[in-house]
């Protein structure tokens, strides 16, 4: 392998990508690993898919690589550009979610939360949301991550400098899902609906916590990642398995 690229914006590693953890990588590996930025991946990826034309490049992802639009995108450009693709596939939050007791098999369609600000704030997420839940189906809220977000002053000033990262907590997530229920006079679900909030799946302090979303909405769940599930209908073993992580 003649270069080893990890991309470092839609998930965190585990132990991080600070000096230690890419170097306990590095030693894994036996390489030196690049990291792909945002900013990498969004406007210099064909750079990475020459050297790929050329030379064998390894492109490593959290999670598996087809778990965020961006990887999937990747592919679809190396494959028109005819460079061969040889996928390993790697646990995902897609299944690893399976760790709060809801069958795998039960959910719908996924949903994305994105920060709202001022100006922007899109509420096309619910009407998935509704949907699963019409048909009983548990819903899987992904929860945004900004990083390498230019500052709007220093876009101004034509001289790019960028936000802190900021990761969703399942609290604002609350706030906003009902936010949006509120402004639709709907109850598709409301302050009293079931869901689960997972902070850090798979971590050695990883939480899991099952309540109302009043329950969960001053919860503190710590560090990111987080996600939440809003849970449909349950069978009887899930609801046996909900019991282990209520709300104390
Ligand atoms: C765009 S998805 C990327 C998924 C990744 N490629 C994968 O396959 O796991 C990122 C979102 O998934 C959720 N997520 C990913 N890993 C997580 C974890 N270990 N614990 C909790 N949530 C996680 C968070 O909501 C995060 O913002």
């Not at 100006?119 to 009407?127: A, G, L, M, N, V």
């Not at 548990?138 to 876009?155: A, G, M, N, W």
């Not at 639709?184 to 689960?196: I, L, P, T």
Request: include cysteine; glycine fraction near 6%.
């Amino acid at each position: 392998m003649q270069k080893v690229y990890i991309e470092a914006y839609t998930s965190i590693l585990s132990f991080g990508l600070a000096y230690d953890g890419l170097s306990t990588m590095e030693k894994l590996y036996g390489k030196s690993i690049i990291i792909a930025d945002r900013e990498m991946v969004e406007e210099k990826v064909d750079d990475i898919l020459i050297e790929a034309s050329e030379s064998d490049v390894a492109f490593l992802v959290v999670g598996d690589p087809f778990g965020a639009t961006t990887h999937t995108d990747l592919v679809i450009r190396a494959k028109k550009l005819i460079v061969e693709v040889k996928v390993i596939h790697n646990a995902s939050v897609m299944n690893a979610i399976g760790a709060c007791g809801l069958q795998l098999y039960r959910y719908g369609e996924t949903v994305s939360i994105p920060f709202f600000t001022e100006t922007w704030r899109p509420y096309s997420f619910y009407e998935k949301i509704q949907r699963n839940r019409e048909i009983g189906l548990h819903t899987l809220c992904l929860l945004d991550i900004r990083v390498k977000e230019p500052s709007i002053e220093s876009l101004c000033r034509g001289k790019k400098c960028y936000e802190p990262p900021k990761f969703m907590t399942i609290n604002v997530a609350i706030e906003q899902l009902l936010e949006v229920t509120e402004a639709h006079g709907a109850s598709a679900y409301d302050e009293n609906s079931r869901c689960v909030g997972l902070a850090r799946l798979g971590c050695e302090d990883q939480i899991i916590v099952s309540g109302s979303m009043k329950d969960l909405l001053h919860f503190d769940f710590g560090p990111p990642l987080h996600c939440l599930v809003i849970v449909g209908e349950l069978h009887p073993i899930e609801e046996e398995m909900m019991e282990f992580y209520k709300v104390k």
